[in-house]
Each structure stands twice: as structure tokens, then as C-alpha cells.
């Protein structure tokens, strides 16, 4: 029993290379179950996990300062899917080479990583399903 849990938890762990991605999207879930829309959102503004609002404008109004590099997430989930926002964050690059966006759930092919963060994902799959919840939320 003990097997076929760590088994479950390594599967859940793989990173997106192990998705698979359809098009521009990666339509199953990193972990097998969806994410927690309030807790995205916490990721989003904060400015420690997440960092999106150092590039991102978004719907979070006590947050000052936000980017204006990149689109804003507002109106996201109208925008796409809850599988191509799956794979911008996991990897933007697949969609865009020149993207500034980091990799959150990549591990493979980076450049400059800092020791402590090498072989390390910036979001869990956890997070990522967490992030994509909230997204798919903003409407207009």
C-alpha cells in the first residue's frame, strides 16, 4: 500500500513534460483534482510566491503597483480555457519562445538557477491547479 501511495504522489509531481499538452492547452489537471479558486487568488497577489503582479494588472484592488509588461489577468477566463491557462503557466514558452514569463512548473532547460532552486518547480501542481481555478474565474 505504502508503494502505490508514493507511486500516486511521484505522479501527481511530474512536471510538464510528463502533461500532456493538446494544441495549446493542457486540459487534465497537474494533480487529478481541481483547484481552490481563494487560494489562487492569494497566489496571484502575493508578491513573494507568485510575483504575476510584478508583470500582470489583475482584478485585486488592494494590491498597488501592478505590472503593465504583460496582459492583464482580467477577463482572463474569458480569454481561455482552463487548459491553455494551464500551459501558460506551466510553460509559456511552449506557446511563445520570447515569453518573459517564467516557467512555473518546469524544471528542464533553464538558465542561470540558483543552487537552492535547481531540479525545484517556482509553483507546485497543487499551486498551479490553485492559480488556474482563480484565473478561469475572471469573467470581464
Given amino acids: 500500500m505504502r508503494g502505490v501511495v508514493a507511486l500516486l504522489l511521484a505522479l501527481c509531481a511530474m512536471p510538464a513534460s510528463a502533461q500532456e499538452i493538446v494544441g495549446d492547452?493542457?486540459?487534465k489537471s497537474l494533480t487529478g483534482q481541481p483547484g481552490d479558486p481563494a487560494r489562487g487568488r492569494?497566489?496571484?497577489?502575493n508578491r513573494s510566491v507568485g510575483l504575476c503582479l510584478l508583470c500582470h494588472s489583475g482584478p485585486i484592488a488592494e494590491e498597488r503597483f501592478q505590472g503593465d509588461l504583460s496582459p492583464t489577468l482580467a477577463g482572463a477566463g474569458?480569454?481561455?480555457s482552463e487548459g491553455q491557462l494551464r500551459l501558460r503557466?506551466?510553460?509559456?514558452?511552449?506557446?511563445n519562445p520570447d515569453t518573459i514569463m517564467p516557467p512555473y512548473f518546469r524544471t528542464t532547460g533553464l538558465q542561470r538557477v540558483a543552487r537552492n532552486f535547481d531540479g525545484k518547480t517556482i509553483l507546485t501542481a497543487a499551486q498551479v491547479e490553485d492559480v488556474v481555478a482563480y484565473l478561469v474565474t475572471l469573467k470581464d
Fill in 25 to 27: 492547452a493542457i486540459p
Fill in 89 to 95: 503557466i506551466v510553460d509559456g514558452s511552449r506557446l
Fill in 78 to 80: 474569458s480569454r481561455w
Fill in 42 to 45: 492569494a497566489i496571484v497577489a
